[in-house]
């Protein structure tokens, strides 16, 4: 679907070219959607967790509606914030600023996410039974230095892109963030490694204790955060290809940059935490 804009630029979307349900102004439910099925992947692990009681089926049921749910609420939310009439979009400080604030809270709901399960991992960490699987790996590698050092990389690259940008400096704004979405693909093959080397190698699983049950999770979650970065970085890497970002419209590359810096601040805590000091008494 293709409309004309008042200034003259070709409007092409996808067919979500309009908020969606209409009639309650400029709100978005798409967040709405997108915590709801957040929130239904928890209750799907419940229901699988007490499955005999009820189905066997219903809990992977929920989980796979409930993750359908989230990645439907995610395009809805990506496409009608990033690519959604673009060249008709408010371009005031107002503007501008509402759209950072709504991005500092949607990270403020994340670091509560993340502090919630390092809360439960310290309760147990800080216990006088605190021990680690006998099947353990050397957790400190060359894997995880040289992954850390490329997700740290990552966050120099995207900056240098951005610079660029409100330098006007379109080449290597591109070349930036080319090598920022290059070098997530490169870490998360890193962490698929490390955990192909873990499980199969080691024969460290999650279901080894606490420990083991903190580590897949934190890592699995901060992977499926690298992964959405990417994916919102791509986003934003293929309109720049269209010429659709300048010195003064670059709302967000600025948003994106936030998310992609947070990403890296966690990974950096969470290496700390659970590589550095797993095995400190």
Known sequence: MSTETEDGHDDHHLPAVEDWPRGFGEASWWPFVTALGAAGVYIGVALWIIGDAISPLLGPAAIAGSVGLFLLGIYGWLYHAFITKFWSRDTSENGHASLRWGMIAFLGSELATFGAIFSYYFYFRAGAEWTLPSTTPDLISSLILANTAILIASSFTLHWAHVALRDGDRTNFLRGMGLTIL???????????????????????????????????????????????????????????????????????????????????????????????????
């Open 183 to 281: 070098f997530a693909v490169v870490f998360l093959g890193g962490q698929a490694l490390e955990y192909f080397e873990f499980i199969g190698e080691y024969g460290f699983t999650w279901t080894q204790g606490v420990y083991s049950s903190a580590f897949f999770g934190l890592t699995g979650l901060h992977g499926l955060h690298v992964g959405l970065g990417a994916a919102i970085l791509g986003i934003v890497f293929a309109r720049a290809m269209y010429g659709q970002y300048s010195a003064e419209r670059h709302l967000s590359v600025s948003t994106a940059s936030m998310y992609w810096h947070f990403v890296d601040a966690v990974w950096i805590f969470l290496v700390v935490v659970l590589y550095v000091g797993a095995g400190q008494a």
